[in-house]
């Protein structure tokens, strides 16, 4: 049986069905409706956060909250999906990059410091929870401090991360989701900004529909990322389902931890944070080793991928980086396994016998060579 490497969460038709209905009903179709009011509290509840705003997607997310914080200069991690550094400079924020910690993949504070030491001139920092593991956010808090820089988190894989029960979201000035149906909760295509403060949720809300003012009043020119009342309905649907979902990926999550801790390296986790099973990264350095066991999940009809590769920094040369060396060695040897809501303990199993057979055979083959 094959075994996939994610598998979008499908809304129950019955209850999208009643969704839709409301909407044709009222004939309310985008612009702010009864479904993206009922989505943004239902989920500011279920998040525990302030100031969400709703989001066509999760990079025009990014784009919006550095526009809404003045960000013009930011530097950020070159550990991400594309989407992190791409809709900076989309954006035309001039962007840098700062090396990750080895051992959690976020962005190090310690270094960060050390860039901010020497070139003091960014009006932000832009870091990723990467893979749903939250950044040291303390530090990074204090770094920002000292240095007066405003904090944007692309929290596109941290969708109901708490840190000792307080949501990731709150940490910053404002955090970034993406609902893209491929993420633990979406809503097709879709995303939202969680702002600290409400004077700048209040901008948002402006800037994502042209810009204009109460009263029909133009102001600063804005952009049209709105999230319409269709896929409102999707995640109003799925937001009834996702306990058990969550529940069940962090189970799968933990399983595959335990099982894989001696067998490959895996990233260290943020110790008092909750765990939503976004994603399943395991680093094999070896090349060797590493094309084997992509062979042999290949072989055994496993999806995986090798995610995230390149390091940003080499993928956008032309942009300032202090060297990126962590980066660059785990973008070189990241892979991500299957994990997804339709897993069983049973696939968790199967994947994990393939990679420690092919392991173990590769180790026997080295000490037979020698
Ligand atoms: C998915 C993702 C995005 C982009 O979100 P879209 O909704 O697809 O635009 C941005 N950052 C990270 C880290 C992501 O994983």
Not at 105 to 113: E, G, S, V
């Amino acid at each position: 049986m094959a075994i996939s490497l994610n598998s979008p969460l499908t809304p129950d038709l019955n209850k999208l069905t009643n969704y839709l209905s409301q909407v044709n009903e009222s004939g309310w179709y985008t612009n702010f409706g009864p479904l993206h009011q009922l989505l943004t509290e239902r989920l500011e509840e279920y998040l525990g956060v302030e100031n969400l705003l709703l989001v066509s997607n999760g990079t025009l997310a990014i784009q919006v909250a550095c526009k809404a914080l003045n960000i013009n200069s930011a530097i950020t991690t070159p550990f991400s999906f594309v989407a992190t550094t791409s809709s900076l400079l989309w954006q035309g924020i001039e962007t840098a990059f700062s090396d990750i910690d080895a051992k959690s993949y976020n962005l190090c504070p310690k270094t960060l410091d050390k860039a901010l030491m020497q070139v003091d001139h960014y009006d932000g920092i832009v870091a990723t929870h990467v893979y749903g593991n939250p950044c040291d956010v303390e530090s990074l808090a204090k770094v920002a401090h000292k240095y007066n820089k405003k904090i944007v988190y692309d929290a596109a894989h941290a969708f109901a991360v708490n840190i000792k029960n307080k949501s990731v979201l709150n940490f910053g000035d404002a955090s970034t989701l993406s609902f893209h149906a491929t993420k633990v909760f979406h809503t097709v295509e879709g995303g939202a900004i969680v702002f600290k403060h409400k004077a700048d949720y209040e901008k948002a809300k402006k800037l994502i529909n042209f810009g204009i003012q109460a009263g029909g009043k133009l102001g600063e020119p804005g952009i049209n990322a709105k999230l319409n009342e269709y896929q409102c309905a999707v995640g109003l649907t799925l937001l009834e389902q996702i306990d058990s979902v969550l529940e069940h990926r962090a189970y799968l999550f933990e399983l595959y931890r335990n099982k894989l801790k001696d067998i490959v390296e895996l990233p260290k986790w943020h110790m008092d944070a909750s765990v939503n099973g976004a994603y399943m990264p395991i680093f094999i350095g070896c090349e060797k080793q590493q094309t084997a066991v992509l062979n042999a999940l290949a072989e055994h009809k496993i999806q995986s991928r090798r995610y995230f590769t390149p390091s940003l920094d080499l993928a956008y040369p032309q942009l300032k980086s202090d060297g990126c060396n962590n980066s660059q060695k785990l973008a070189g040897g990241v892979i991500c396994l299957p994990l997804h809501g339709y897993m069983e303990a049973s696939d968790i199993n199967s994947v994990v016998n393939v990679i420690e057979m092919t392991l173990k055979q590769k180790n026997d083959e080295k000490v037979t060579t020698i």
